[in-house]
């Protein structure tokens, strides 16, 4: 069973401070999908990484995908509180069209 | 562009009652995913459509369970009959054939508790 394990779990910290998300797995994706999700909405589509290495970048949001294309960061810089959401990662395994959940981040940043 | 649709958002129901949901996709979106979120669990993979063929049907938990996609646009699952452990809450997702990231993108849900 692939499984994509996000860390951490909970996050709670101050506006302008600056914040990490990993996302790891022991299986290959051909590509990975970065979504954020408000309660009673659906997962709201961020970025898409489909090379090994690659970094996209979305305004304060940098998005990492790792060069043997099984883990993957979402760095925040200067948080602000519009930033608190659930925030998962998808992994396309090979092959297929199905996304692999990750188990989620769920950050609130304080004013 | 209207976004992905799904109907209704909430349902409530007793246990070995028949529910139907629907979801609409993005216009022109030939892939139409069913995933659903079970309470504390991550999301996980239901069903794959391409047009009105299942292409992957994998994670579709049990018999009662049953998915269409006639013509190709909307699709349907239908819960019969329905049991404690379906609640949760049920996402569909369209993304565009033409796509070899295939980005996948989310309706709002259908939450369903069974009682």
């Known amino acids: ?64 995908f790792g060069d043997a294309r099984k883990d993957s960061s979402l760095h925040i810089t200067a948080a602000q509180p519009g930033d608190t959401g659930l925030y998962l990662c998808a992994g396309r395994p090979s092959g297929t069209y199905k996304y692999i959940f990750g188990t989620g981040t769920r950050l609130k940043v304080l004013a | 562009e209207a976004g992905v649709t799904q109907f209704p958002s909430h349902s409530v129901i007793e246990k070995g009652q028949t529910v139907t949901l629907r979801c609409d996709p993005i216009s022109g979106h030939d892939n139409l995913y069913w995933y659903r979120r079970v309470m504390g669990k991550e999301i996980k993979f239901l069903l794959h459509f391409v047009k009105e063929s299942k292409q992957d049907e994998s994670g579709m938990p049990n018999n009662r369970f049953l998915a269409e996609r006639t013509g190709g646009t ?37 939450r369903l508790t069974v009682t």
């Not at chain 1, 990484?49 to 996209?56: C, F, S």
């Not at chain 2, 329905?82 to 049920?90: F, I, N, P």
């Open chain 1, 1 to 64: 069973t692939q499984l994509l394990e996000q860390s951490p779990q909970f996050l709670s910290i101050q506006e302008g401070e600056n914040l990490t998300v990993y996302c790891n797995s022991s299986s290959v994706f051909s590509s990975l999908q970065w979504y954020r999700q408000e309660p009673g909405e659906g997962p709201v589509l961020l970025v898409t990484v489909v090379t090994g290495g690659e970094v996209k970048k979305l305004k304060r949001l940098t998005f990492q």
């Open chain 2, 74 to 110: 909307y699709s349907t699952l239908k819960v019969q009959p329905a049991e404690l452990e379906d609640s949760g809450v049920y996402f569909c997702a369209s993304s565009w054939k033409g796509q070899t990231s295939y980005e996948q993108y989310f309706g709002p849900g259908t």
